[in-house]
């Protein structure tokens, strides 16, 4: 079955960015279905999803062993509601074919709040929720990756398959297997639990990562779509390395994407070169957890200025403090740069293992006020572990030597500091995932002090949703309880919610009455000897590091860079810092 575009025009013609159901991408490849068709399926919308990499290299990865591999996004609740009235089906973009008829849907989790769009991708596409509910009939296959994956157990009950690590060959393993087995057959399910990377829910399989080492050789997308209107990040990307050196205790993606593998220069150049030349954009965006610590990332500059076109921009999204050099920046518009001290005191950044000096902090400010930049925005987070109230003061003090540094100098331009103040939120595979959620009160008390600090007069002060930060929490360190809460939250006309004004508090609140969970069961201090939701998943850094970082935590000692020693983690056999190699 196709869906017929013409017979929705009325619904097109009435809903806000109707360009994001038409398809017709410049760039989309064009596709006829095959021996393994799959749909990624992003939950959140058309131009967040479209930014999205990852999504792109699992596509390119099933494309390259023959198969189809088509995409679909969740429609805004105008068109999501226009498809429920008039009966027609959630559909790919590329094939217009209802999901129900794909043999696999791919759902990409980039953070907690989009599991409800995964249950309303579902329900939009005739697709019954659940496992059980889908079982011995003709669906297709449910699988969940991404970050978000590595705790699949909120998620449990409405999954097949989840992937967890890399997704440049899994995936495409698994399709292979699917079309050698005939289908999802009970032949099907047995070879696959025995891949790295692949859990099933069903069978509570202990799994590892998939992890390539080589990503100069992986696959990798020679060109991409270019979205039918803006997206969020309306550019081309390349990805510089994968991984961190750095071991910021709080930051579950430094962790979850070990070890670091960087790409050649060479490899990125040509990567860069050719999106260029297939997508007309004229900025380009080297992305990595930490940019600035890419070991050639001079050379790779110097390379790209020279080979790409006249007029493409570089952009380096991901700089540290310690790593910010001014000339970096001076081909950016220079409008306002942004940096994470993350904690306002020295002691607490030792804590966390941010490893960066109020020296290197006010060094990297002052540079960037010298070629030109007169705004800066600062990220910090309240209720860190240890977090006491002088940690809260240096945040208002930074903000004072930030502007003495400012105005050290005559410039023309005004001053403008923007301090954003999120609440830590203790994530799974993290020396801090044993560690408690502050209270409501608690964030409230050290914003109202660090408000009233006379230091932070003049400062633009923006501070994270609490009820957010709570539900993050929850649902990153949830177990399969929460698969009741998600599907009455869902019914409850919860979706969105990673939106502001989507927001429905009120439908989550009754949704945990309803399914008589108390969220601060997920929000408490974990015990170092109970066993985890999580445990079933093993990313290849050990458990025993994790805890030994924690003690180091609270003696405030740094563990410092990769490059510097190994830490023996727990993957050093395959990690080429480990061995020398970068």
């Not at 008039?86 to 759902?107: A, C, I, R």
């Not at 050698?180 to 696959?192: M, N, P, Q, R, V």
């Not at 942004?338 to 960066?356: C, H, M, W, Y």
Request: proline share 5%; charged share 25%; aromatic share 10%.
């Amino acid at each position: 079955m196709t869906v017929n575009l013409d017979n929705l025009k009325n619904l097109l013609l009435s809903v806000e960015k109707p360009s994001r159901y038409t398809g017709g991408e410049f760039g989309f490849p064009e596709l006829k279905e095959s021996a393994f068709n799959f749909c990624m399926c992003f939950p959140d919308l058309y131009e967040v999803g479209m930014s999205n990499l990852g999504i792109k290299i699992v596509c390119e990865s099933i494309r390259a062993r023959g198969y189809t591999a088509d995409c679909c996004f969740a429609p805004y609740k105008d068109f999501g509601a226009g498809l429920k009235n008039s009966g027609v089906p959630l559909y790919s973009l590329g094939l217009k074919k209802p999901l129900g008829e794909f043999d696999m849907l791919g759902f990409s989790l980039q953070f907690e709040l989009s599991y409800t769009n995964v249950l309303y991708m579902l329900d939009l596409a005739g697709i019954p929720l659940t496992r059980e509910e889908r079982k011995g009939k003709n669906y297709p296959l449910i699988a969940v990756g991404g970050p978000c994956a590595v705790n699949p157990e909120p998620l449990a009950d409405f999954v097949d398959i989840v992937f967890v690590g890399d997704g440049e060959n899994v995936d495409a393993d698994v399709a292979d297997i699917y079309v050698k087995c005939g289908g999802a057959t009970e032949e099907f399910y047995k070879c696959i639990s025995k891949l790295d990377g692949v859990y099933l829910p069903e069978l509570r399989n202990k799994t590892k990562k998939a992890l390539v080492n080589d990503l100069d050789g992986a696959i990798f997308p020679h060109q991409f779509a270019v979205p039918n209107c803006e997206s969020v990040h309306d550019r081309a990307v390349i990805e510089v390395m994968r991984g961190c050196y750095r071991g910021c205790r709080f930051c579950q993606a430094g962790f979850i994407y070990r070890p670091v593998r960087p790409r050649s220069v060479q490899t990125l150049t040509k990567q860069a070169c050719s999106l260029i030349k297939h997508t007309g954009y004229d900025e380009v965006s080297m992305n990595s957890l930490s940019t600035g610590d890419y070991p050639h990332l001079r050379e790779l500059i110097r390379n790209l200025k020279e080979n790409l076109p006249e007029g493409v921009t570089l952009a380096l999204p991901s700089l540290r403090v310690d790593s910010f050099d001014g000339d970096f920046a001076q081909d950016a518009r220079k409008i306002s740069l942004t940096f994470a001290p993350e904690a306002g005191s020295q002691r607490l950044r030792d804590v966390i293992n941010k490893d960066v000096t109020e020296e290197e902090i006010l060094k990297a400010v002052q540079s960037a006020f010298d070629i030109g930049y007169s705004a800066v925005k600062l990220y910090f987070m309240l209720g860190l572990p240890t977090e006491n109230d002088e940690d809260i003061d240096g945040i208002a003090r930074l903000c004072a030597l930030i502007k003495g540094c400012y105005r050290s100098k005559p410039r023309k331009k005004q001053l403008r500091i923007s301090v954003s103040l999120s609440t830590f939120i203790p994530k799974p595979f993290t020396p801090f995932q044993w560690e408690r959620q502050a209270s409501d009160k608690e964030i409230d008390e050290k914003q109202a002090r660090l408000k009233s600090s006379p230091h932070m007069k003049g400062v633009i002060l923006s501070t994270s949703d609490k009820f957010v930060s709570r539900l993050e929490a929850v649902l990153a360190r949830g177990d399969r309880r929460l698969c009741k809460v998600l599907r009455l939250a869902y019914q409850n006309g919860c979706i969105f919610d990673g939106w502001d004004k989507e927001l429905n508090k009120d439908g989550w609140q009754k949704a945990f009455e309803s399914a008589g969970i108390d969220p601060a069961d997920y929000t408490r201090k974990f015990a170092e000897d109970e066993v985890l939701p999580w445990d079933i998943i093993d990313i290849g850094v050990t458990k025993q590091y994790f805890l030994s970082e924690r003690k180091r935590a609270y003696a405030a000692a740094v563990t410092g860079s990769c490059l510097q020693s190994c830490k023996g983690c727990g993957l050093m056999k395959v990690c080429k810092a480990a061995e020398g190699k970068i």
